[in-house]
Each structure stands twice: as structure tokens, then as C-alpha cells.
């Protein structure tokens, strides 16, 4: 079966560092892109940017960029996002997905069950 | 970029069925992607490509894609089909997934 297994919520101080992973199973972790999607309280879903295990290309959205780092470690199968200093407009759940191709462009067709990041003073 | 609309809310009674939106310019060129979301569990891919159903997905979800509207359709809708759904397409001038803004299914 496969499976994205994310780690557990997180409660944090702004300012402080953070990182969150996604460990795959049950399938060639370094065949896919995986992509972190954030939903951020009584909000829709946003794609942050992806990451490609087989040799940590990773890919921002403009949103992002600058904001957060996606980094991979094939060995272990494990995709992580992280944060350098937390803001409290972090506070959200956090997804992991897969990335497949589809005909015109990428869907997620494996979803990890999310990390709920909460930052507060 | 690519903006993606969704109607915020759609209810149905159980055995109907239910028809959720999404608008973009020429969406039929793109190809189309809906999530299911309950509450406290991961997205569930539940059409890609407009029409096609990963397996373990049932028949009573269906998708099209024409001129300038995607729906997902549920038939016969069941109580544990209320969720949040949201489409997808593939935005080639920024080269990355743009999702709408969610619908959220109501089982009356």
C-alpha cells in the first residue's frame, strides 16, 4: 500500500525553527515528486511547492519562496519542510501529497493525514 | 495566474444528487482534478482527469469538463459524503498545481 506517514502537530513560539516530515512507503520514493500543501484555518488548500527525492530538485511556489525550504533524504525516504523563524501566520495544517502525471499536468493522488503547525507567544 | 471558482456551499438531500462547479477561462484545454476533504482527514483524490476514478472510488462520483465549467457529480448522495471539495488544474504559465477555493457539500 502506499502511504505518505507525516509527523505529528507541533506547537511553537514565534521566531522559533521548524521542521516537519513526510516519510513514504510502499512505492519508489525517488520516482515522485512530493508536494507540500498548506490549509491555513477555514481556509482552501494552497500548493507550497514540491520536491523531487531522486536528487532534491525542489520547486517554490512564488508564495513561498524565501519562506519556508523543502529538503529529502532518499535513504530514509523522508521529505521534510522547514521553517528558519516561525510567524503565528504559520499556523496551519500542513500536507504532504504525491505528485503523478497526469494528461495535461500534475494531480496528488496519495495525501499524508497532515501536520497542524500552531504558533503562538 | 490562473483562478480557479467554486460555488462556497451546495446542499443536497440524501438519494439526490449533487453537482459542484468549477470555473475557469477555457478549463476544457486543462485537465481537471477534484479532492474530497472531510473533516480531520486528508484530501482523497476522487476524479483525475476530468473523468477518470482512482480505484476504491465508486461509480457515484463523476466528473466532465466543457467550454469554460468543470463538475463533479455525486449520485445518490449519502450522509457520509458531506465534505469539502475542491478541483485542480495544472497552471502551465506558473508551472504548478492551482486548486479553487473548496465547495462545501451539505447532506441535508
Known amino acids: 500500500e502506499v502511504q505518505l506517514v507525516q509527523s505529528g502537530a507541533e506547537v511553537k513560539k514565534p521566531g522559533e525553527s521548524l521542521k516537519i516530515s513526510c516519510k513514504g512507503s510502499?512505492?519508489?520514493?525517488?520516482?515522485?515528486?512530493i508536494g507540500w500543501v498548506r490549509q491555513m484555518p477555514g481556509k482552501g488548500l494552497e500548493w507550497m511547492g514540491m520536491i523531487y527525492p531522486g536528487d532534491s530538485d525542489a520547486r517554490y511556489s512564488p508564495s513561498f519562496q524565501g519562506q519556508v525550504t523543502f529538503s529529502a533524504d532518499k535513504s530514509i525516504s523522508t521529505a521534510y519542510l522547514q521553517w528558519s523563524s516561525l510567524k503565528a501566520s504559520d499556523t496551519a495544517m500542513y500536507y504532504c501529497?504525491?505528485?503523478?502525471?497526469?494528461?495535461?499536468?500534475?494531480?496528488?493522488?496519495?495525501w499524508g493525514k497532515g501536520t497542524t503547525v500552531s504558533v503562538s507567544s | 495566474s490562473y483562478v480557479l471558482t467554486q460555488p462556497p456551499s451546495v446542499s443536497v438531500a440524501p438519494g439526490q444528487t449533487a453537482s459542484i462547479t468549477c470555473g475557469g477561462s477555457?478549463?476544457?484545454?486543462?485537465?481537471v482534478h477534484w479532492y474530497q476533504r472531510k473533516p480531520g482527514q486528508a484530501p482523497l483524490l476522487v476524479v483525475y482527469?476530468?473523468?477518470d476514478r482512482p480505484s476504491g472510488i465508486p461509480e457515484r462520483f463523476s466528473g466532465s469538463n466543457s467550454g469554460n465549467t468543470a463538475t463533479l457529480t455525486i449520485s445518490r448522495v449519502e450522509a457520509g459524503d458531506e465534505a469539502d471539495f475542491y478541483c485542480q488544474v495544472w497552471d502551465r504559465s506558473s508551472d504548478h498545481p492551482i486548486f479553487g477555493g473548496g465547495t462545501k457539500l451539505t447532506v441535508l
Open positions: 482527469d476530468d473523468s
Open positions: 501529497a504525491r505528485h503523478v502525471i497526469g494528461r495535461y499536468g500534475d494531480y496528488m493522488d496519495v
Open positions: 510502499g512505492y519508489s520514493f525517488t520516482d515522485y515528486w
Open positions: 477555457n478549463i476544457r484545454s486543462k485537465s
